[in-house]
């Protein structure tokens, strides 16, 4: 029996009425626009295997409120989470390096964020649009 291994391009693109995703512990990607304008999706599992979000992967998820990246990414990638107005909490592990232009567009519930000293690179307009008040990089 064969394992899901990566979750593939747009696979569940403008799935307007999925609320929860629980990502397998087999999972190590998930490819662009998997989950691109899902806005119901709420509620985002993931396991610590993901190595890889590919861009636009959550792009218009605009009912997501938090999202944990998992530990073994490295890069947050190009529109991510483009436009999740509802995103208000982001959790980002020591092993984030970089977080590329538009990761987080137009998030307007997204007041603070904690970024650890891992991060060596912040792309322009990485948070562009999104409200941010307090930025606590420790």
């Known amino acids: 029996k064969k394992k899901l291994s990566k ?4 696979i569940f693109e403008k799935c307007e009425q999925l609320r929860e995703v629980i990502i397998p512990n087999s999972v190590t990607s998930i490819n662009f626009a998997a989950f691109a304008d899902c806005s119901s999706l709420k509620q985002i599992y993931f396991h610590s295997n993901i190595y890889v979000i590919e861009r636009w992967a959550f792009r218009e998820c605009k009912s997501l409120t938090r ?8 890069h947050i990638n190009e529109s991510t ?7 208000n909490e982001i959790i980002i592990p020591p092993s984030v390096k970089s977080i590329e232009k538009y990761a987080f567009f137009n998030c307007i519930s ?7 000293p891992s991060v060596q690179f912040v792309s322009k307009c990485a948070f562009y649009g999104s409200p941010l008040q307090d930025l606590y990089y420790e």
């Open 7 to 10: 979750i593939e391009n747009s």
């Open 67 to 74: 999202i944990k990246i998992p530990p073994k990414v490295q």
């Open 81 to 87: 989470f483009d436009c999740c107005t509802s995103l």
């Open 110 to 116: 997204l007041h603070k964020i904690d970024m650890p």
